[in-house]
């Protein structure tokens, strides 16, 4: 039962709540212009209590709340690359929100901070911002700690975008002049050369690739089994998520240029006496699991050498490759498998700019095939003319009856 209190001429409220730890605690609230107002909210409130609003932790920083929700439900779960993300974001409302409770947080504080923060950032960068803090937000909601979500439907600003990182990609003639001086470097000493190929045959992240061992690879079946990446100075680790988990189909060039590396590196390790405990398919004679960065590195260096215009990194090797099946007008369903997307929304909206072509591209197609309904004659010199004439036909012409 509430109480209610005269203060000036304000009105107050008081709750008395059992908390988790079944001690009791009192909850206020002023600032009413009448009692009515005042028993308005207090009904609601004890209502909401009733439901499991935990009060509690209404005080929290957003900051220390956002820290919790990122180290029990995302720490362990995703990438360390996409952990980082997460970090960035913390960073964020520390710098934006630094003292701003759960409780006091707005939705007109949460625009502001979303709009100051697109000043100096992309839309897609705004966007990701958004994604992370909503996500902490719906589990306070669920938590019963605040009772609204200030974070629904907000306006996403952002400054003019450089190009996506996924339109970043080699023409399939600059994808065929990098891959043949690669080829022209294969040495089993180093591992560059075999990456960058077989990223852009693959379309496989640099981290699971680097996370395969030979016992992995069928070479006799002609299938990588990606199932767990390697972080650098740390070791094997998950996949991105559990979609990661999968098997693809390598064609055969790649397939016999894995089976001269796999020979040739196993005669380079015993003449060496080289220790490749782990059974790596790419580890240095020299250094080990080499780093992205000098993979890059060399990467950066070819593309150079051969004039490319737009070069791009090793993650660009994914999109190339993305970007060809999707010209050759494979199914949207079969490159979601193979990149590891969860499903092909995923693929469709990275790929957005090339489906849109493609798109332009089938409109002629598209409308012939529906053209070609109406030409009724052209069944008059099929094997099946008589049939299709005298019981498909009819049927068509009379389909605004039915």
């Known amino acids: 039962m509430a109480n209610f209190v005269k203060r000036g001429k304000s009105w107050q409220y008081e709750i008395s709540y059992k908390k988790k730890d079944g001690k009791y605690a009192k909850l206020r609230k002023s600032g009413f212009r009448t009692k009515a107002d005042a028993k308005a909210e207090a009904a609601e409130m004890e209502l909401e209590l009733h439901k499991g609003y935990n009060p509690d932790m209404k005080n929290m920083l957003v900051s220390d709340y956002f820290a919790t929700w990122m180290k029990n439900y995302k720490k362990d779960e995703v990438s360390e690359r996409t952990y980082g993300c997460y970090r960035d974001t913390l960073n964020n409302i520390k710098k934006y929100l630094p003292t701003t409770s759960l409780s006091d947080l707005t939705k007109k504080d949460y625009q502001e901070m979303l709009n100051e923060f697109a000043e100096t950032h992309a839309k897609a960068t705004t ?8 996500a902490m937000m719906l589990d306070a909601l669920d938590n019963k700690i605040v009772l609204n979500d200030v974070t629904r439907k907000p306006v996403i600003k952002g400054k003019v975008e450089t190009k996506k990182a996924s339109e970043k990609f080699l023409e399939l003639v600059e994808l065929k002049r990098l891959i043949r001086d690669f080829e022209g470097r294969l040495d089993p000493r180093y591992t560059s050369p075999y990456l960058i190929i077989l990223g852009s045959a693959t379309g496989a992240r640099f981290s699971e690739l680097e996370g395969l061992t030979w016992d992995d690879i069928d070479l006799d079946n002609q299938l990588i089994d990606i199932n767990k990446t390697w972080i650098l100075n740390q070791g094997f680790a998950p996949t ?27 005669e380079l390790f ?13 580890f240095n004679y020299r250094d080990g699991v080499i780093s992205s960065n000098a993979v890059n590195k060399e990467l950066k260096k070819v593309q150079g050498q051969l004039d490319i215009k737009q070069p791009i990194t090793f993650h660009g090797l994914r999109h190339t490759h993305a970007s060809i099946l999707l010209t050759q007008e494979i199914d949207l369903i079969s490159i979601a498998e193979r990149l590891g997307h969860k499903d092909t929304s995923v693929t469709q909206e990275v790929y957005s700019h ?9 409109r002629p197609k598209i409308a012939r095939a529906i053209d070609n309904i109406y030409h009724f004659e052209s069944y008059k010199n099929c094997d099946i003319g008589k049939n299709v004439e005298t019981n498909f036909v009819p049927k068509l012409l009379k389909a605004d009856t039915v």
């Open 127 to 134: 966007k990701r911002f958004h994604t992370h803090f909503r």
């Open 270 to 282: 015993e003449e060496l006496k080289i220790d490749n405990e782990s059974n790596l398919v790419f």
């Open 240 to 266: 991105k998520n559990l979609s990661s988990n999968r098997i693809i189909d390598i064609d055969n060039h790649t397939n016999d240029l894995l089976k001269n590396y796999k020979k040739e590196q196993k």
């Open 354 to 362: 090339i489906l849109d072509e493609l798109k332009r591209k089938n």
